[in-house]
Structure formats: structure tokens, C-alpha cells
């Protein structure tokens, strides 16, 4: 039986990369934006705060859904969001126009962004609960796809909202999925915002609820058989409620880390188009053959790729040296990498540093989510977690605000990327701060699991240290061991 359950485990992560790869694609939302603008006159900033509207309420939808994600399971949840994010698309269709700039925030922004936030949290949960001897890795993989689903998506979303031709010009079905999947160029015309939507509405829930129906939790008290779990692997976690855990300093530190670290992030892949066209002078890397693939090998494309790339990597050292010192690291590089921009010239330079941050930035989404499951427990992971990652929303706010008054003060975007490397180097330092604090719980824990399994509250003359942990429901939390 455990054989069986250890294979089913990766169709869960097969599932869990579907889901993802669909998400992924609201990074691409700088597709749409010229096609709106030009089809109703909006200004930018018009089109901006559909983006703002959809991340920020992605990451606040991220709390309830992670809470009812913990109790009825990943598949119904993550099925509710490929819904709400097909219907976004499909009801903006009909609802936005011209006047109505505020259908596409409530639709793109505030339904579409809900059905993110919905679907997001499930694969991570799903997948730490089977794979507690690597959590780093299959949180690193089943956020992948995340990153790397504008990649794909961006250019064939390109031509397909090209102005549709009349005629014999006009698209069929089939040449529609030829661009869709990137084999052909198309012939210069696109099927218009308005037939987009409706397919790509369609597409997004159809995709997302398949995934969803991969998605499972394992049978209570599963463990994968013959493994060899590491330190860090094979620490005994403890399952705590999202009160308690809102109410350490552990999680505290997680959470202004996060707001650090991914601020800066935001602030500098905001304006890296037009940063890297500044450097390369108009240039591009991509020779003349490769057609619309080509796009990956531009500084954009480089990014992206790296930043799944990064989920990965970052995911599997965490398992092997531990979630804050991978952290450290991390930063510091990032930091690094950031500072060194203000020399960059080459396109050698360019292409290294253009993986660097995407690496590193990816690596941020694997990271937190398998820290906090580490810290406080998988059996609440999608609640906790929601907590944790209302920090992001927080930098998606700050980061493209920051980094656009930086750049109207400075009209250079060099102020704007060192503040960046700062805020990663302040990030390492709470990185330092979550490892000694880390360490310290886990000198208190297994003696107060010890009196816990003997029915005993501990107390704060056993164990000062508790003093700064929360009470309520201690007993009960300290007596349920995960992992």
C-alpha cells in the first residue's frame, strides 16, 4: 500500500505543476496592455491598477482559502479558483469597455486575482504533506511553474490580441492553438481582446480543474517508506494553529523578511524592460532563426526562466543546509547582483545578472512556504502560510511605487536598484535573525512535547523561554506532532 501511495505522490506534484504553470500567467499582464489602451484610449495608470488590484487580492484571498483549503481539501479549493479565474475572463468579455475601466479591475482584478489566490495555496499544501522528506525540493517544483508560465504565455498572448483580420485573413481554430502553443508566428493578425478572453478564459479553467482533479491529501499518519531524511529533513514539526503562530516572534521575522526581500524584487523586475534596453542600446540577443522562440534568450526571458529555475534549486539547498541560512545566502547574492548593475555593460554581464536576480528571486517562493511548514506544521499549512504571504502583498505595493518615485526623482535607475540591494542585504540580516530564533524553539520544543505527552501544560518556570510563545490551546498544540 505505501508503494502505491508513493507513486501517487507524483502525480499530485504532476497536478500541482498544471495548476501552476495557468496562475503563472497573471505575470504576463503587460500583454494586454497596449491592446486596451489602444482599443480605448485608457492611460496607463488606467491599465496599471487592474495588475495592483490582482495581486494585491491574490494575497489577501490567500488567508480564507488557505483556511478552507485545511478543511475540505486542495482539489475542491483549487477547482473554485480555475472557476473564478475562467469566469474573470469570460465576464470582463461582455462588462469592459471604454467607459468601464472599473469592469476590468472587478473582473481581471479583483474575481481573477481571487481565483489565483484560491488555487495558489493547494498545490504547496498538497504537495509538503506528501513529500515531508523534501519539502524545499516539491515546494520549489510545484511554484515553477508559477514562474514560468508568463514565459510561455507571453508570446503567443501577444499575437493572438493582434486586431482580427476579415475574411480569408481571419484566424481558424487551428491556426489559433498553432500560435497558442508557439509553433507559428500567425499572419500579422490576432483574433481581438474581446475572442481572446472567451478563450482564454475557457482555457485557464478547463486547465486549473484538471490539475485540481491530480490533487489529493495523503491518508492521516502517511510517511514515504526507505527514506533517508536529513537534519533538516527529518526535525519533528509541531502543528499549530494560525493564532499562535501570529503570536511568535518567529513568525513575525518571517513575515518582515518576506516584505524585504520580495520589495525589492518587484521594484527591480518592474522596470527591467526598459532598464536592459537602456544598456543594450536597443540590441537583442536573439539570432534572426530562432523566430518567436527567441524570446527566451532575451534579458526578459532570462529572468523568467531563472526564476522558476531558482524555486527549484533554492528549494533542494534548503532541504540540505537549512531554510535561513539558504536564505542568507540568497539575499546576499541578490543584493550583490543588484549593486552590480550600476557597472554593467556587456551583454555577457547582462545575461549573468539577468539570471542571478531571477534566480534569486525565485527562490523567495520556495523558501517562506517551506519554512513556515517547518516551524509550524503542515496540518495548517494553507491557512499559515496565507498569513505569511499577505507579506508579498504588502511589497506589491511597495515595489513598483517605490522604484517609480525613485526613478521620476532621479530620472536613472540607478538610485533605484542600489536602495534594492539594500533591502536585500537588510533581508539576510532577518534571514540571521529567523536562524537564531529557529534555533531557540527548537531547544524548547522536545522537552515541552515530552510534558505535553504526559498531559502536562508546560510552564513558564519550566521553560522560560515559553513566555514569548503563545498560550492558547498550548496543550494541544505541543501534544500533535507533524511533519
Known amino acids: 500500500m505505501s508503494d502505491i501511495y508513493s507513486k501517487k505522490r507524483w502525480t499530485v506534484l504532476a497536478g500541482a505543476l498544471i495548476v501552476q504553470i495557468v496562475l503563472g500567467t497573471v505575470y504576463a499582464f503587460s500583454v494586454f496592455v497596449k491592446p486596451l489602451e489602444l482599443e480605448f484610449g485608457w492611460d496607463r495608470t488606467a491599465t496599471q491598477l487592474a495588475f495592483s488590484?490582482?495581486?494585491?487580492?491574490?494575497?489577501?484571498?490567500?488567508?480564507?482559502?488557505?483556511?478552507?483549503?485545511?478543511?475540505?481539501?486542495?482539489?475542491?479549493?483549487?477547482?473554485?479558483?480555475?472557476?473564478?479565474?475562467?469566469?474573470?475572463?469570460?465576464?470582463?468579455?461582455?462588462?469592459?469597455?471604454?467607459?468601464?475601466?472599473?469592469?476590468?479591475?472587478?473582473?481581471?482584478?479583483?474575481?481573477?486575482?481571487?481565483?489565483?489566490g484560491f488555487a495558489y495555496v493547494c498545490p504547496i499544501a498538497s504537495c509538503m504533506k506528501w513529500f515531508p522528506d523534501k519539502k524545499g525540493l516539491v515546494t520549489g517544483l510545484s511554484v515553477a511553474g508559477f514562474g514560468a508560465g508568463a514565459l510561455f504565455f507571453a508570446g503567443p498572448a501577444s499575437i493572438l490580441l493582434l486586431p482580427p483580420g476579415t475574411g480569408a485573413d481571419a484566424m481558424g481554430?487551428?491556426?489559433?492553438?498553432?500560435?497558442?502553443?508557439?509553433?507559428?508566428?500567425?499572419?500579422?493578425?490576432?483574433?481581438?481582446?474581446?475572442?481572446?478572453?472567451?478563450?482564454?478564459?475557457?482555457?485557464?479553467?478547463?486547465?486549473?480543474?484538471?490539475?485540481?482533479?491530480?490533487?489529493?491529501?495523503?491518508?492521516?499518519?502517511?510517511?514515504?517508506?526507505?527514506?533517508?531524511?536529513?537534519?533538516?529533513?527529518s526535525k519533528p514539526a509541531v502543528d499549530i494553529q494560525w493564532k499562535e503562530m501570529l503570536n511568535t516572534p518567529l513568525a513575525c521575522m518571517l513575515w518582515l523578511t518576506f516584505i524585504f526581500g520580495a520589495t525589492s524584487g518587484l521594484m527591480a523586475i518592474g522596470q527591467w524592460k526598459p532598464l536592459m534596453g537602456a544598456i543594450l542600446q536597443g540590441k537583442t540577443f536573439a539570432p534572426e532563426w530562432m523566430g518567436t522562440f527567441g524570446r527566451f534568450v532575451e534579458p526578459i526571458g532570462i529572468l523568467a526562466i531563472f526564476n522558476a529555475l531558482g524555486r527549484i534549486f533554492w528549494g533542494k539547498v534548503s532541504d540540505l543546509i537549512d531554510r535561513p541560512r539558504a536564505m542568507m545566502i540568497m539575499f546576499l547574492g541578490q543584493g550583490m547582483a543588484f549593486m552590480m548593475l550600476v557597472s554593467v555593460q556587456s551583454h555577457f554581464a547582462v545575461f549573468l545578472i539577468s539570471a542571478l536576480v531571477g534566480l534569486n528571486f525565485g527562490g523567495i517562493f520556495a523558501l517562506f512556504p517551506s519554512a513556515t511548514a517547518d516551524y509550524f506544521g503542515t496540518k495548517n499549512i494553507g491557512m499559515n502560510y496565507g498569513w505569511i504571504f499577505t507579506a508579498y502583498g504588502v511589497a506589491g505595493i511597495l515595489g513598483p511605487v517605490v522604484g517609480g518615485v525613485l526613478f521620476d526623482a532621479t530620472q536613472a535607475y540607478v538610485i533605484a536598484f542600489v536602495f534594492a540591494g539594500i533591502l536585500c542585504f537588510v533581508a539576510a540580516a532577518g534571514s540571521v535573525v529567523i536562524w537564531s530564533l529557529a534555533r531557540a524553539r527548537e531547544q524548547v520544543l522536545p522537552q515541552a512535547v515530552e510534558h505535553a505527552s504526559a498531559n502536562l501544560m508546560p510552564d513558564t518556570e519550566t521553560f522560560p523561554e515559553l513566555e514569548e510563545m503563545p498560550t492558547p490551546s498550548m496543550n494541544k498544540a505541543y501534544a500533535t506532532e507533524g511533519s
Open 53 to 116: 488590484f490582482a495581486l494585491v487580492t491574490f494575497a489577501a484571498v490567500m488567508i480564507p482559502a488557505g483556511r478552507l483549503q485545511d478543511r475540505i481539501g486542495p482539489r475542491k479549493v483549487a477547482s473554485i479558483g480555475g472557476v473564478l479565474l475562467g469566469l474573470s475572463f469570460l465576464i470582463g468579455s461582455v462588462l469592459v469597455a471604454e467607459s468601464r475601466p472599473w469592469a476590468l479591475y472587478l473582473t481581471y482584478g479583483v474575481l481573477g486575482g481571487a481565483g489565483i
Open 173 to 233: 481554430l487551428s491556426d489559433i492553438l498553432l500560435v497558442a502553443l508557439g509553433v507559428t508566428q500567425g499572419s500579422g493578425f490576432g483574433i481581438g481582446w474581446q475572442t481572446f478572453f472567451v478563450f482564454h478564459g475557457i482555457t485557464c479553467a478547463a486547465l486549473v480543474i484538471l490539475g485540481a482533479s491530480l490533487l489529493s491529501n495523503p491518508p492521516a499518519g502517511w510517511h514515504p517508506s526507505n527514506t533517508k531524511g536529513n537534519a533538516v529533513q
